[in-house]
């Protein structure tokens, strides 16, 4: 499971669906969705194959590629040959002339005819019929199990370019404040434990023990991020961060899966905090971590 979503788009006429910015309307879907597009555009069928690989989501090609381009083949035949390489994309190729329908059969392939659609405006009825397409396969891959793996892996990813941001200004610059910052928090920070542990051996409470966090938490190096950020006069994002980001991956993995045995509903619930992460709560995660992603690869360009 990813937070992109990859697309190939082939189709002779690509310079008009470019001018015309048809491919917004995917983009903003797919950002809406929590998912961050890719969109890989060719005309001819030597760029189509110099680009394809098994990495991508979802593949549209017109059927009619030798309008404007000679010495290409249909779409058809150009999918057989991607299904011949056993890449098993999902594929849409479309037509407004109808004269298609029964040209492939295969699995995972969708041909739309956009003579028989609602619409005036060929490629608008296609963006219209891909966006439902996406739907269908992001509904296929974001099981709860699986949303769960991969908001820990990228809340994981951010955490080490915190950490690698914090090792490279400091080397840079050798900060005292960076550096104090850091100190204080540990030394805080294993204050509170050293009494906590204390306590927990007082009152033989070993599992409170087990369960604790490693040294440089994330909350650290976040907080190690604010003092660069305060020095720098640059927006400070770590609060959002450490609320949407910090404590949700943290709340996510202690919560337990459940499924509903009567409506065979599948959710994780923080028992502590009373919170369902279901299909709703991980398009919010995966938009949060976008967001921060996007916030940390920022900061990571201006201290550059």
């Known amino acids: ?3 992109d979503y990859k697309i190939l788009w082939l189709d002779d006429k ?3 669906i470019l001018a015309d910015d048809y491919l917004k309307d995917i983009y903003s879907y797919l950002n809406e969705q929590g998912f961050e597009a890719q969109i890989v555009t060719v005309k001819n069928e030597k760029e189509f194959f110099e680009n394809l690989n098994d990495s991508y989501d979802l593949i549209l090609t017109d059927f009619h590629l030798n309008e404007t381009t000679t010495g290409t083949r249909n779409g058809d035949a150009i999918i057989e040959e991607v299904r011949n390489r056993s890449i098993y994309t999902e594929i849409m190729f479309y037509s407004a002339q109808g004269d298609v329908a029964d040209t492939i059969k295969k699995d995972r392939i969708t041909f ?3 003579s028989k659609a609602i619409g005036n405006v060929h490629y608008e009825k296609i963006i219209a019929k891909a966006i439902d397409l996406i739907s269908l396969t992001i509904k296929k891959f974001q099981h709860i199990v699986a949303m769960r793996g991969m908001i820990m892996q990228e809340t994981s990813t951010i955490d080490e370019d915190m950490l690698d941001i914090v090792a490279e200004f400091i080397l840079k610059t ?9 100190y204080e928090e540990l030394v805080s920070f294993h204050s509170r434990k050293l009494e906590d542990s204390e306590k927990f051996r007082k009152n033989d409470r070993i599992d409170n023990i087990l369960k604790d966090p490693l040294l440089i938490s994330s909350s650290q190096r976040a907080n190690a991020i604010e003092e ?4 720098k006069g ?3 994002f770590i609060d959002d961060l450490k609320l ?3 404590k ?3 709340d996510f993995a202690h919560a337990v899966y459940i499924k509903d045995t009567e409506t065979g509903r599948e959710y994780f619930r923080d028992k502590k905090g009373g919170i369902d992460f279901n299909e709703i709560k991980c398009k919010e995660i995966r938009i949060n971590i976008i967001k921060h992603k996007n916030n940390i690869n920022d900061l990571k360009k201006k201290l550059t």
């Open 234 to 236: 640059f927006d400070n």
């Open 248 to 250: 949700v991956r943290n």
């Open 228 to 231: 660069i950020i305060k020095l």
């Open 112 to 114: 739309f005819d956009t």
């Open 174 to 182: 050798n900060s005292p404040e960076v550096k104090n910052r850091i």
């Open 244 to 246: 949407n980001i910090i």
């Open 1 to 3: 499971m990813k937070l």
């Open 14 to 16: 690509m310079d008009e």
